[in-house]
């Protein structure tokens, strides 16, 4: 089972910190994407879980921050200095193939999805 964990309803400028877990599997790297509603899915960040290498989307560069826990295929989203247009739903979602497009920011290179958790930034 795989589910997001740790949304919630924050003012601007809060704090939040996301969690997801997937024991029992393979994973070279996990991601987190976001949903606002009537938009596309979109690529909020990834990191490998071997080399600890880690990608942002601009609009969320030097805000937040993913890691890796010292679990197993454990990963956290800390988003610091929340924004409205931060508000969606956050799926994570695990890359299980050995071969790496390089496409990071696609829904395609994953193959896995968690159950969402919802976060609402007020303004």
């Known amino acids: 089972q795989l589910q997001a964990f740790g949304g919630g309803l924050v003012q601007a400028g809060g704090s939040l910190r996301l969690s997801c877990a997937a024991s029992?599997?393979?994973?070279?790297?996990m991601g987190w994407f976001r949903q606002a509603p009537g938009k596309e899915r979109e690529f909020v960040s990834r990191i490998s879980r071997s080399s600890g290498s880690t990608y942002y989307a601009d609009s969320v560069k030097g805000r937040f921050t993913i890691s890796r826990g010292n679990a197993k295929n454990t990963v956290y989203l800390q988003m610091n200095g929340l924004k409205p247009e931060d508000t969606a739903v956050y799926y994570c979602?695990?890359?299980?193939?050995?071969?790496?497009?390089?496409?990071?920011?696609?829904?395609?290179?994953?193959?896995?999805w968690g159950q969402g958790t919802e976060v609402t930034v007020s303004s």
């Open positions: 029992g599997r393979t994973v070279y790297a």
């Open positions: 979602a695990l890359d299980q193939d050995v071969f790496y497009s390089g496409r990071y920011y696609s829904t395609g290179e994953y193959e896995s």
